[in-house]
């Protein structure tokens, strides 16, 4: 054994679970840390997401501040900010962790996210975005909450029944439905994070802030893995 093979270890890929060698850090050596990453050819798939728009971080052109879905919505002061876009292979991180209950994949993204955090804070409250709970007792966890695991979480939202479908709705009720989310405590005066794992619309982020809004919030932004990028935004900006 030369000095060379002493600082390597065999390292299994979180999430295609090939083993690689990895440079010994005295916290492996110390037994402190598991294998938590991701095998070389796994990580050059990661593609961290560039500045986009000002409020979303999709993408925008050049001289664009704004992208046309966040001009719709000025009435809401939100920020969002994500780790990658959310592209075949996030897709397939994503729904792993998700779906096969591979919740371990979570301890790749937490640390991430609670850096990304720090540029947009400082808090009061870290909020995961729940789940329904038929939804997370069916799945045994919820992602959010996993994947804020580095970071000191408070359950402020509740998602207070699953959605119906919307045509056999009344009138009323459609209008409660536009909240998704009710507030469990108090967030007067709070600066607040939303953590989830893919930004889409933005409808999830932005019903659950105008809710705290509503009750008092001072400040709410959100944090997600990844962000959906959307075809053609430009040209929807008519509707
Ligand atoms: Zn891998
Ligand atoms: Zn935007």
Sequence with gaps: MNWR????????????????????????????EGA????????????????????????????????????????IDFIQRSLYPYDDFMQEII????????AVLATLFSPKLAKLAKTLGPF???????????????????????????????????????????SKLTRDERHAQKTLFSVETKVDGARILLIDDIYTTGATFRSAASVLYANGARSVRGVTVARAIMRNMGEQSGK
Excluded: M
């Design 36 to 75: 938590s990453e991701l095998c070389p050819a796994c990580r050059k798939k990661l593609h961290p997401l560039q500045a986009g728009c000002a409020v979303c971080q999709h993408p925008v052109g050049a001289d664009t501040v704004t992208c046309p879905d966040c001009k719709r919505h000025p009435e």
């Design 95 to 102: 729904s792993t962790f998700k779906y096969r209950g591979d």
């Design 5 to 32: 093979t002493l600082l390597e270890l065999d390292a299994a890929c979180l999430f295609c679970q090939n083993t690689y060698k990895e440079d010994a850090t005295w916290r492996s050596i110390l037994g402190i």
């Design 124 to 166: 009061d409250l870290h909020v995961p975005i729940p789940l329904h709970h038929a939804r997370e007792w069916e799945r045994g966890f919820n992602q959010a909450e996993l994947l804020g695991a580095d970071l000191p979480l408070t359950h402020v939202l509740s998602r207070p029944e699953a959605t119906r479908k919307k």
